[in-house]
């Protein structure tokens, strides 16, 4: 079972920057890609951006194209959210995901971690 625990949430203002991190408790061999999914109150839950582990190809929501960087580092199977220019529209809890899937990129994600509240204040 891939456990994922995000940190680094946080109050910011706008303009302000944040920088989320999400780390697998196991071997991540299993899993194939990464994302960061985000939902705001009376939201769906909504795709943010995502990566595979082994890094490469990224793929961002549009509404954060620019502003948003993802990353990851594999030794540590850690998988980082640099956010920047922060909106207060960008409010939600931000949650990191995995998948097996290798030609699905913002659905069908396997394993979800708890979430971690971002607030963008205007």
């Known amino acids: 079972q891939v456990q994922l625990v995000e940190s680094g949430g946080g109050l910011v203002q706008a303009g302000g920057s944040l920088r989320l991190s999400c780390a697998a408790s196991?071997?991540?061999?299993?899993?194939?890609?990464v994302g960061w999914f985000r939902q705001a109150p009376g939201k769906e839950r909504e795709f943010v951006a995502a990566i595979p582990w082994s890094g490469g190809r990224t793929d961002y929501a549009d509404s954060v194209k620019g502003r948003f960087t993802i990353s990851t580092d594999y030794a540590k199977k850690t998988v980082y959210l640099q956010m920047n220019s922060l909106k207060p529209e960008d409010t939600a809890v931000y949650y990191c995901?995995?998948?097996?899937?290798?030609?699905?990129?913002?659905?069908?994600?396997?394993?979800w971690g708890q979430g971690t509240q971002v607030t963008v204040s205007s």
């Open positions: 196991e071997r991540t061999f299993s899993t194939y890609r």
């Open positions: 995901a995995a998948t097996k899937s290798y030609y699905e990129v913002q659905i069908n994600y396997d394993y």
